[in-house]
């Protein structure tokens, strides 16, 4: 948005990737806001992209609901898009993928999102248990899991106490409890813990004039056997 720098954060990730010397940089969606993009914010992201591909840096992104055809169109330049549900080998993690809502990739067309799609919960319900079934097989192969999605958390509250109204399906708190691996959603600005496994990560940067004091940052997972839960997780402001 114009009243946001965000071109100034954008870079701070990418310096702290290359100088921690990261292995994987993993994007939980809106990097843009819906189409309203110009060529100069575009091309930005393209060079900093690039700078963490050049050094050999593995980048993807899980599409949000402000994902669009430019913000696709950005991502053809080696990022791995995420877009399909459920868990994918990628680069030597298993990845739990639960995109926003609209599973198909994003077109030209605008999706017509609606609140609280009865189907679409109880579809989100079924693939969670899959996953959830799925996964002790892949914890016996791996220790380097991590669940990752964009949307609404049911009843979770914000850092600031709000519970913010829905957009689209609803993924229960206690079914994301239930995965044994580090779940981590996006959606929300503002970053909070919900439970030892689950939570939102937040954005980057001050998304409004509301945010101005709050802390921003990333979030650094590393995973070894020798930690206890076999992983050990640090953030960045």
Same mark, same amino acid.
């Given at each position: 948005? *114009?009243? !946001?720098?965000?071109?100034? $954060?954008?870079?701070?990730? !990418?310096? &702290?990737?290359? /100088? ?18 110009? *060529? ?5 992201? +393209?060079? /900093? &992209? ?30 791995? &898009?995420?877009?399909? $549900?459920?868990?994918?080998?990628? /680069?030597?993690?298993?990845?739990? %993928?639960? $995109? ?9 067309? !605008? $999706? ?10 109880? =579809?989100?319900?079924? #693939? ?8 002790? /097989? ?5 220790? %380097?899991? #991590? ?5 609404? &958390? ?5 850092? =600031?106490?709000?519970? *913010? ?8 708190? +206690?079914? #994301? ?12 600005? #503002? ?47």
């Amino acid at each position: 948005a *114009p009243m !946001v720098d965000v071109v100034n $954060p954008l870079k701070k990730i !990418v310096d &702290i990737a290359i /100088e921690r010397k990261v292995s994987h940089v993993i994007s939980l969606g809106d990097d843009f806001d819906h189409e309203i993009t110009t *060529p100069k914010q575009r091309k930005t992201f +393209a060079d /900093e &992209i690039g700078r963490l591909l050049v050094v050999g840096i593995k980048v993807a992104v899980l599409p949000g609901n402000h994902s669009r055809k430019f913000e696709y169109d950005a991502y053809r330049l080696g990022i791995t &898009i995420l877009d399909n $549900p459920g868990w994918v080998q990628w /680069e030597g993690l298993n990845l739990g %993928c639960l $995109p926003h809502m609209n599973y198909a990739l994003l077109s030209d067309k !605008v $999706p017509s999102y609606k609140d609280f799609d009865r189907e679409a919960n109880q =579809n989100i319900a079924a #693939l969670l248990d899959r996953m959830i079934a799925e996964e002790t /097989e892949l914890l016996e192969k791996s220790i %380097c899991n #991590l669940v990752i999605g964009h949307g609404v &958390i049911g009843g979770a509250k914000l850092d =600031n106490g709000m519970i *913010p109204k829905g957009n689209g399906v609803t993924f229960t708190q +206690a079914k #994301l409890d239930s995965f044994y691996s580090q779940v981590r959603f996006g959606h929300y600005h #503002l970053r909070q813990k919900l439970t030892d496994r689950v939570e939102y990560v937040g954005s980057p940067s001050p998304v409004n004039f509301g945010e101005r004091d709050t802390v921003k940052g990333v979030e650094i997972l590393e995973f070894d056997s020798s930690f206890i839960g076999g992983y050990k997780s640090e953030f960045v402001e």
